[in-house]
């Protein structure tokens, strides 16, 4: 593949910018689709592979595992040796998984295809905001980081309406054949609009740094996502969060002296960095949780087909596009600190609504939430990504991106496994009067989840199972809005936390950083 020669220089930004920037958002899209796409698919997926609940979880852990675990490492190795290098080595790993995952005909080659796009998705995901950043100029790089974050909002709400789509007129494995095409021209686009990047100063690999970067991640993410299922006080999640945290420990502290690091730590002491990190962190925390439960309210308690309940979530992405593109106006008016705080308020807001429905609520009141909870989404997801871009030298464009892909991945981890374990106690709790009088295989099923109890139902007789479905409704919802209290004071605290340590507006050191126009290499 060619290299572009010198395509922008410190005077004359790269004039196909606007065009590599549709190049990037298509990338970052294959992305957030194809991770949320396979939520609605999961029941196909059971029964036609015969998968357990072990082998489900892992069908979809098994591709955030891998994608968290080498971000940063990706960003590295993105900066070093070429950052287009990185895109289109991603997209094609990416699109080798999608293919292998359609052709699947087992659980276990099903993981190990999700695991492979994960890999992939690690070479992308950074990839598309650290391009981003080196080809547009500091004025115009918030509306670009804008759409960037639109774009991720949209895949995320647009992947279950496709899933539905699909599960409805075609087989599960074309939840994975429809990237195909998308990697196809994403990489066309790349060869053809996408300038090469790369930090100029082409540092060595830090190896020990990356290896203690993915011990640590890898390790982190796993026990997150076991801990609901082993128990977070269980002996074996202890011990791994132990371990993660003296991997991390020890990365910090390589970091530190090592000559040439992967990353400078000391960048955390930015408040501006740290402050932006938290905030996104929370905010996919709040964003992954409750999608966690609303899917499955809308299509267990509420009635709604797969397809259904993926048109009915789209006001959030219809609020996250507006918001989005007015954050950067707004910006400029007020500040970065209360535009974040602003929208972290608003998500904490849309999600104490959360805590008022029923089993029978009017869809009018549900969207309006979910509008409210995209739009503070979008208020405080572009500011604060460009906050922390804007934090790093331009050179180190990969690494800040990636790191921005860490908080948003362990937010949203954290969040399904924390709001997920709440949601689960809450609702065995309120189920463990209604299930008397069942066989014990039956009452165990019951109280597992609101799904499980309706197919319970299903071999009961009218009475006793109309007693029981609303029985679960009821408890589902009642957990329900334990659960969004608690993801609407997590959110509330990281506006309180964006109010006190983010700074209004970037300082000096910051726009000279952002400014600094970066070589491209020839």
């Known amino acids: ?11 004359t930004p790269y004039p196909r910018r606007w065009k590599a920037l549709g190049v990037l958002a298509l990338s970052l899209f294959v992305v957030t689709v194809g991770n949320t796409i396979l939520n609605v698919g999961l029941p196909t997926i059971r029964n036609e592979l015969g998968a357990s609940a072990s082998q489900l979880q892992w069908i979809v852990d098994g591709y955030l595992l891998v994608f968290a675990g080498l971000l940063l490492t990706a960003g590295s ?4 040796f070429g950052r287009r290098r990185a895109l289109v080595t991603g997209l094609l790993v990416f699109g080798a998984g999608s293919l292998a995952a359609t052709l699947s005909d087992s659980s276990a080659t099903l993981i190990a295809s999700r695991a492979l796009m994960g890999l992939g998705a690690a070479g992308i995901m950074p990839t598309t905001l650290s391009i981003l950043t080196n080809i547009f100029p500091a004025h115009e790089r918030p509306k670009a980081i804008a759409i960037w974050a639109a774009v991720s909002g949209v895949g995320i709400a647009v992947g279950p309406i496709t899933g539905g789509y699909l599960l409805e007129h075609f087989s599960w494995h074309s939840l994975f054949l429809v990237n195909l095409p998308i990697v196809a021209v994403a990489l066309v686009g790349a060869a053809v609009l996408v300038p090469e990047s790369r930090d100029p100063a082409a540092p060595k690999l830090d190896l020990p740094g990356a290896g203690l970067s993915i011990a640590a991640l890898t390790t982190i993410v796993w026990a997150v996502i076991e801990a609901p299922e082993r128990g977070w006080g269980s002996s074996v999640i202890l ?5 993660g945290l003296s991997a991390l420990a020890a990365f910090i502290a390589w970091e530190r002296h090592t000559p040439q690091p992967m990353i400078d730590v000391t960048v955390f002491r930015n408040l501006r960095f740290s402050a932006a990190s ?3 962190t929370f905010v996919f925390f709040a964003l992954m949780g409750v999608l966690f439960f609303i899917t499955t309210y809308m299509q267990a308690v509420l009635g709604y ?9 789209l006001p959030v992405a219809f609020g996250m596009v507006m918001a989005s593109r007015a954050s950067v106006k707004l910006v400029g008016k007020v500040g970065t600190k209360v535009i974040v705080a602003g929208g972290l308020a608003t998500v904490a807001l849309a999600l104490s609504l959360y805590t008022q429905l029923d089993v ?3 869809y009018g009141y549900f969207a309006t939430a979910m509008f409210l909870m995209g739009a503070g989404m979008g208020l405080a997801m572009a500011p604060a990504t460009e906050a922390i871009m804007g934090a790093l030298p331009k050179a180190k464009a990969g690494v800040g991106s990636a790191m921005n892909d860490v908080v948003r991945e362990v937010g949203g981890t954290l969040g399904v496994a924390v709001l997920g374990s709440v949601l689960n106690s809450r609702f065995a709790s309120g189920m463990s009067g209604s299930v008397d009088g069942l066989a014990p295989e039956q009452a165990h099923l019951a109280g597992d989840s609101v799904g499980a109890a309706h197919e319970v139902a299903s071999h009961l007789d009218v009475s006793t199972a109309q007693s029981l479905i609303s029985a679960a409704d009821q408890a589902f919802v009642d957990a329900m809005a334990t659960t969004a209290g608690l993801a609407a004071a997590v959110a509330l605290v990281g506006a309180l936390i ?14 000279t950083r952002t400014a600094m126009p970066e070589p491209v290499a020839a």
């Not at 011990?239 to 371990?243: I, K, T």
Request: aromatic residues 4%; glycine residues 8%.
């Open 498 to 511: 964006a109010v006190a340590f983010l700074p209004a507006r970037a300082g000096a050191k910051d726009l």
């Open 77 to 80: 190795l993105g900066d070093r």
């Open 239 to 243: 011990a791994a969060f132990a371990l």
């Open 360 to 362: 029978d609520t009017a």
């Open 1 to 11: 593949m060619p290299r572009s020669r010198n395509p922008h220089s410190a005077t």
């Open 305 to 313: 087909s797969a397809l259904g309940t993926g048109l009915r979530v």
């Open 278 to 280: 938290l905030s996104i």
